[in-house]
């Protein structure tokens, strides 16, 4: 690949959402890739290669951490859990993965001489803002213990940045769309589900804006952010996202998008979380600019429904981290 400083990946989480994505498309870019996931909502995404190792293991674990930096000169770091219901279910297990365990990560990561580390934070760090463009320095007001933690997670990752260890800070918007790792509990793609599936889509409020992102667009984020000259990228925070809708707007795509009646159904709601984020740096910086929509991602998701590359999707609980973490056990 033209411009590759690395060349042995640690993914994070890389059987999850977004990482079953990125996974394969580091791969076919020549990379040498290992995985770490602890695999909660399965394997099925992450498919035997010649230069992919698994290390299924847990992020909280030293010998599984060890095992898995062996050779590795980068880390992307998405493992997580993931979004404000998920985390709520298991405040203690959220806290200790998504915060407890990620300074030892960090530190290991130096320790076995990684020379950039990328951090998957969220752009939910900044909380209500009334700003028409919210950048990457206006002040964070995270409003939840998940988006208080991501934000505390960033601290830890520039306290710990040295010559030699180079550390990025992507702050990305809600990601949706098809993956080989479905997830069918964000917004866009709820809004899909139902729409295809049920003809009827439940928008609770309306008015708040929310950033969202194609999870192709999300891939080349992260692919951007690892060639890019440690002399630009280091010690930076980056906003990614594509467009910034309305929750209704998106409902309406939907159901505009679908060859069936779709009815919307309006109800009040106290989720006050608005923003419209601005990527206009990494756009500046590193050239980076979205390719898909989010009327992309919703037609990607309507072809998996009508082909069947997704199995009972109303009632598959896979397709939700919630309902899989309430039927592991987590309460």
Do not use: W
């Amino acid at each position: 690949m033209e411009g590759r400083i690395f060349s042995h990946i640690l993914v994070t989480g890389g059987a999850g959402y977004v990482g079953a994505e990125l996974v394969p498309a580091l791969l076919v870019l020549g990379y040498r890739v290992t995985v770490l996931d602890i695999c909660l909502y399965g394997m099925a995404s992450i498919g035997p290669h010649p230069n992919l190792t698994l290390v299924k293991g847990d992020i909280r674990n030293a010998d599984d951490l060890n095992k898995a930096m062996v050779h590795v000169d980068c880390v992307i770091h998405l493992a997580c859990i993931s979004n404000d219901p998920s985390f709520e279910l298991d405040p203690e297990l959220g806290t200790s993965i998504n915060l407890t365990a990620f300074e030892p990560l960090v530190r290991t990561a130096k320790a076995a001489n990684v020379k950039r580390f990328i951090y998957a934070s969220s752009s939910s760090v900044y909380g209500v803002k009334s700003e028409p463009e919210v950048t990457e320095n206006l002040e964070l007001e995270p409003l939840t213990d998940y988006s208080r933690f991501k934000a505390i997670g960033e601290k830890i990752l520039f306290d710990n940045a040295s010559a030699g260890f180079e550390v990025v800070v992507i702050r990305p918007a809600t990601v949706c769309g098809y993956s080989r790792r479905q997830r069918l509990d964000v917004v866009v793609n709820i809004f899909a589900n139902l729409a295809f599936n049920k003809g009827e889509i439940t928008v609770f409020g309306g008015e708040q804006l929310r950033p969202n992102i194609h999870i192709a667009d999300m891939v080349n984020s992260y692919l951007t952010v690892l060639i890019a000259p440690g002399s630009i990228v280091d010690q930076k925070i980056y906003n990614v996202g594509g467009a910034n809708f309305t929750v209704g707007e998106i409902a309406q795509m939907a159901a505009d998008l679908c060859d069936k009646p779709v009815n919307i159904i309006y109800q009040k709601s106290n989720d006050n979380r608005s923003y419209h984020v601005s990527s206009a740096l990494i756009k500046k910086e590193l050239g980076f600019e979205t390719q898909f929509t989010i009327r992309d991602a919703i037609s990607d998701l309507y072809y998996a429904f009508e082909h069947g590359l997704l199995t009972d999707p109303i009632s598959n609980i896979q397709y939700s981290n919630i309902k899989t973490m309430q039927h592991l056990g987590f309460e």
